[in-house]
C-alpha cells in the first residue's frame, strides 16, 4: 500500500468511530452521512467535520434537528449533513 | 505490550465512572479512566429528564416518600437497604453538584427547579410529589461535562478511545486490573490497578428496536460473565411502546395524548380490545403488550410483520405542525414518512436494563461464594446501569437513573479509597489471566469462515426483540434459545473483511457482538427462570405476579446456563420494611 492511501483510509475510519456519540438520533444523523457523504468532502470540509465532531451531543443535535441556531462555522457543514444525511 | 499501573482503573466515561474517579483523584489516588468514546459521548448526555431527590423545593417531601415510591416502582423486587441509603443520600448528592457548578435551572425564589414525573407521590401513596431537579432539557449533559471538568482538575488520566478486553483476576479471586486496545493503533495494553470499577452503562443495542446509542452493547456485562461471576435479574429490561421501528427513536405518549392512535394491518384499532375505556392512552405496559400481542399473533405490518402504525393524519397539517414539530422531523427523518400523509411505523422499544452485575451499597461486585450469596469480589466494583444494586428492582422510575450514577458512583469511590488503603501492595499478575484477553483479541485475525459481524448482530437483535421482548411465554423463549444457540455457532464463523490496525471499527464490532451475544443469553435464560408477571417482565403464561416463589432475584452464570436465586433484601437499614402490594396508580 501506498503510504499516503493508508493515512487516507486511516484518517477516514477515525472520522467514522468519531461518529459514535451519547445519543441514539445523533448517531443515527452522523452514521448516514458517514455512509453518504464522507468520502466525498474536500480537504477543507473534511477539517470542518473534523472540528464539528469536537462539539457537545447535547448542541450538536440542537443545531441539527434546528432547534438553537448554529455558530456561524459549523453552518455549512450541519447543512451539507442535513442534505446528505 | 504496553504495561501501565494506576491504583485504581474505571471502565467507562459516563456519570457514575466520573464520579467514582474523582473521589478517587480528589483524594490523591492515581486514577485511569478507560472509555472507548470520550467521555463526554457517552449515553449520559441521553438523560434528558434530571435527577431525583426530595429537596421539597416545591411540594412538600422527604426522602422516606421518595423511597416508598422507588420500592413500589420497583414491584417490590428492589433491595430497600440499597433505596434507603439512594434516597436518604439523594440531597446530599444533588447539592454537591450544584457546589461542583452544575447549572441548576431555578425556582423564582432561587432555589433548585423541580418537575413532577410519574410514580411521585407525597404521603407514601398520596398527592403527586414535585420531586426531579433539572438543568434545563439537558441534565444529563450538564451533570457530564461538570464531572469531567472536575475530573481533569482532579488530573484523573484518560485513555480516551481504549476498548476493553478482560478482567485480570488471580487465583484467589482478586481483581488487578484489565486488558484494553487502543481503537488508534489496534496495540493492546494491560492495565493493571489494586482496585477496579466497571461503568459500562447499558446493553439496549441487543434489541432491534432500542432508544440506546450504538455504544450501549454491555462490554461489562460480557467481561463479567467470562470472569465466571454472574448477572443479576437480567430479564428485566423497561420498554417505551412507541420507538420508530427499527430505528428506536422515542415517540412520545404526548402524540397519543393529541389524537394519535395505533393499528394494525388490518387497519384495525386494535387498542380498543386491550383498554376499552383508556383505548391509546393506557400505561406505557398495557399499550407495549398489546402491540407485542399484535405483532406476535401475525397483525403486524411491513415486510417482517415487525410492527404498528401510529396515525396522525387525520390530525391535519395545521395541528401536527403547530403541536409535534418535533416529532413530524423525526419521522420524517427517520422513518422517511411525513405523519401528515402517512402513518409512523412504531414498535415497542428497549429503554433501560434494570438487572446487571451484582453489587451491594459500596458499589462491590458479590457473587455467591463459600460463605454466602453475596460475597464481595476484591478490588471489583460496578455502578451505573451496568450494575445492579439493586434500586431499580423490576421496574426504574424516571429521575432515578442519574441519581443512582452519583449517589453509588460516590460510595464505590469512597469504599475503594478504604479498599486502597488497607491493600496498599500489588499482587503478582498471573500471565495466564492476562493472556486470556488478548486470545481473545487474536483469534479476529484469523479466517475462520464466511458469516459477517453485520450479518449476525441483524439476526440477534432480530431475535431478541421476537422471543424476548415485550411478548414472552415459555414456548416463545425456548424457541429463541435455541436460535441464539444457532447463531453463537455461526459466530464462531465469522471473518473479519477489514484487518487493518488503525481504528478498525469492523474489530471493535465483533468484540461488542461477543459480549451482546452473552447478555443475550442471560437475558433469555433469566426470564425462562422467572415464571410470573412483575414490572418490566411479563410472562403471558404466568400473568400474575408471585410473591412466595418469586419475591427472589435471578443469578445468571455463564457455566452451563446455571440459573441461581437469592432472596430480595426486604429489611432497610433504620427504617421498616415497605411489605409487598398490588402495584397499582
Known amino acids: 500500500m501506498v503510504k499516503g492511501e493508508g493515512c487516507e483510509a486511516d484518517r477516514l475510519r477515525r472520522l ?65 449533513i442535513r442534505t446528505v444525511g | 505490550m504496553d504495561k501501565r499501573v494506576f491504583d485504581a482503573v474505571i471502565l467507562g466515561g459516563g456519570g457514575s465512572g466520573l464520579r467514582a474517579a474523582l473521589q478517587l483523584a480528589d483524594s490523591g489516588f492515581k486514577v485511569a479512566v478507560v472509555s472507548k468514546v470520550f467521555p463526554t459521548r457517552s449515553h449520559t448526555v441521553s438523560a434528558q429528564g434530571g435527577i431525583t431527590a426530595a429537596l421539597g423545593n416545591v411540594t412538600e417531601d422527604n426522602w422516606h416518600w421518595h423511597m416508598f415510591d422507588t420500592v413500589k416502582g420497583s414491584d417490590y423486587l428492589g433491595d430497600q437497604d440499597a433505596i434507603e441509603f439512594m434516597c436518604r443520600e439523594a440531597a446530599s448528592a444533588v447539592y454537591e453538584l450544584e457546589h461542583m457548578g452544575l447549572p441548576f435551572s431555578r425556582l423564582d425564589n432561587g432555589k433548585i427547579y423541580q418537575r413532577a414525573f410519574g410514580g411521585q407521590s407525597q404521603n407514601f401513596g398520596g398527592e403527586q410529589a414535585v420531586r426531579t431537579c433539572a438543568c434545563a432539557d439537558r441534565t444529563g449533559h450538564a451533570l457530564l461535562h461538570t464531572l469531567y471538568q472536575r475530573n481533569i482538575a482532579a488530573r484523573t488520566q484518560f485513555f480516551d478511545e481504549y476498548y476493553a478486553l478482560d478482567l485480570v483476576r488471580d487465583a484467589e479471586g482478586y481483581c488487578l486490573g484489565l486488558t484494553a486496545m487502543s481503537i488508534e493503533t489496534g496495540e493492546p495494553i494491560l492495565i493493571e490497578a489494586r482496585a477496579t470499577l466497571l461503568a459500562t452503562g447499558g446493553a439496549g443495542r441487543v434489541f432491534w428496536n432500542t432508544s440506546n446509542a450504538m455504544i450501549n452493547t454491555g462490554d461489562g456485562l460480557g467481561m463479567v460473565l467470562r470472569a465466571g461471576l454472574p448477572l443479576e435479574d437480567m430479564e428485566f429490561w423497561q420498554f417505551h411502546p412507541t420507538g420508530i421501528a427499527g430505528v428506536g427513536s422515542l415517540i412520545t405518549e404526548g402524540v397519543r395524548g393529541e389524537g394519535g392512535y395505533l393499528v394494525n394491518s388490518r387497519g384495525e384499532r386494535f387498542m380498543e380490545r386491550y383498554a376499552p375505556h383508556a383505548r391509546d392512552l393506557a400505561s406505557r405496559d398495557v399499550v407495549s403488550r398489546a402491540i407485542a400481542t399484535e405483532i406476535h399473533e401475525g397483525r403486524g405490518c411491513g415486510p417482517h410483520a415487525d410492527h404498528v402504525l401510529l396515525k396522525l393524519e387525520h390530525l391535519g397539517e395545521q395541528v401536527i405542525a403547530e403541536r409535534l414539530p418535533g416529532i413530524r422531523e423525526l419521522s420524517i427523518r427517520f422513518a422517511g414518512v411525513d405523519p401528515v400523509n402517512g402513518p409512523i411505523p412504531v414498535a415497542p422499544t428497549a429503554h433501560y436494563m434494570m438487572g446487571g452485575i451484582p453489587t451491594n451499597l459500596n458499589g462491590q461486585v458479590v457473587a455467591p461464594a463459600r460463605y454466602g450469596p453475596e460475597e464481595p469480589v476484591p478490588g471489583l466494583y460496578a455502578v451505573g446501569e451496568c450494575a445492579c444494586v439493586s434500586v431499580h428492582g423490576a421496574n426504574r422510575l424516571g429521575g432515578n437513573s442519574l441519581l443512582d450514577l452519583v449517589v453509588f458512583g460516590r460510595a464505590a469511590g469512597r469504599h475503594m479509597i478504604e479498599y486502597l488503603t488497607e491493600n496498599p501492595y500489588p499482587r503478582e499478575l498471573p500471565d495466564a489471566a492476562v493472556q486470556f484477553g488478548l486470545k481473545r483479541l487474536a483469534r479476529w485475525s484469523e479466517t475462520r469462515g464466511d458469516e459477517t459481524v453485520d450479518g449476525i448482530t441483524r439476526e440477534l437483535r432480530r431475535l431478541m426483540q421476537k422471543h424476548c421482548g415485550v411478548y414472552r411465554k415459555r414456548a416463545v423463549l425456548e424457541e429463541g434459545l435455541g436460535e441464539l444457540a444457532g447463531l453463537q455457532e455461526r459466530a464462531g464463523k465469522i471473518t473479519l473483511g477489514d484487518q487493518s490496525r488503525v481504528f478498525n471499527t469492523a474489530r471493535i464490532e465483533a468484540l461488542e457482538l461477543e459480549n451482546l451475544l452473552l447478555v443475550a443469553r442471560a437475558t433469555i435464560v433469566s426470564a425462562l427462570a422467572r415464571e410470573e408477571s412483575r414490572g418490566a417482565h411479563s410472562r403471558e403464561d404466568f400473568p400474575q405476579r408471585d410473591d412466595d416463589r418469586w419475591l427472589k432475584h435471578t443469578l445468571y452464570h455463564l457455566e452451563n446456563d446455571q440459573l441461581d436465586t437469592k432472596p430480595v433484601r426486604l429489611k432497610p437499614l433504620t427504617v421498616d420494611s415497605f411489605k409487598p402490594m398490588a402495584r397499582s396508580y
Open chain 1, 16 to 80: 467514522r468511530w468519531r461518529c459514535r456519540r451519547g445519543l441514539l438520533e445523533l448517531d443515527l444523523w452522523l452514521a448516514r452521512f458517514a455512509d453518504n457523504g464522507l468520502e466525498t468532502l474536500s480537504d477543507e470540509e473534511r477539517g470542518n467535520f473534523e472540528a464539528l465532531l469536537e462539539e457537545a451531543d447535547a448542541d450538536l443535535l440542537a443545531w441539527l434537528e434546528g432547534r438553537m441556531p448554529a455558530p456561524e462555522d459549523h453552518a455549512h457543514m450541519l447543512g451539507l
